[in-house]
């Protein structure tokens, strides 16, 4: 089973910048997608970016695109950029990885993930 470990999060001001890496061991990472997911005290937890490992595809929820970007490398770790954070960007976000085979739209269903990190607070303020 795919282990993850996110790192990177912090206080930021608004409008600044932050990457959140995403550390995978012990599993074929090339078998899965990873996905990016962030959740707060009064909200379920949120998809929103995943990528493909083998194909490189990615896939952005609307709210995050063009301020999110998603990517990885070859030492298995995926990465968040984000930019332009604002207070509602305030969460913990989480990565997850889901079998690269299934379908799409199903990546923003947190319930069908099997791996999780421990997740990496985030906090926006000024």
């Known amino acids: 089973q795919v282990q993850l470990v996110e790192s990177g999060g912090g206080q930021v001001q608004p409008g600044d910048s932050l990457r959140l890496s995403c550390a995978a061991s012990?599993?074929?990472?090339?078998?899965?997608?990873i996905s990016w997911f962030r959740q707060t005290p009064v909200k379920e937890r949120e998809f929103l970016a995943a990528?493909?490992?083998?194909?490189?595809?990615t896939f952005y929820t609307d709210s995050v695109k063009g301020r999110f970007t998603i990517s990885g490398d070859n030492k298995n770790t995926v990465y968040l950029e984000m930019n332009n954070l604002n207070a509602e960007d305030t969460a913990v976000y989480y990565c997850?990885?889901?079998?690269?085979?299934?379908?799409?739209?199903?990546?923003?269903?947190?319930?069908?993930?099997?791996?999780w990190g421990q997740g990496t607070q985030v906090t926006v303020s000024s």
């Open positions: 012990g599993g074929t990472f090339s078998r899965y997608a």
């Open positions: 990528i493909k490992w083998t194909e490189g595809s």
């Open positions: 997850a990885v889901i079998p690269s085979t299934w379908s799409t739209s199903w990546y923003q269903h947190p319930n069908l993930y099997d791996s």
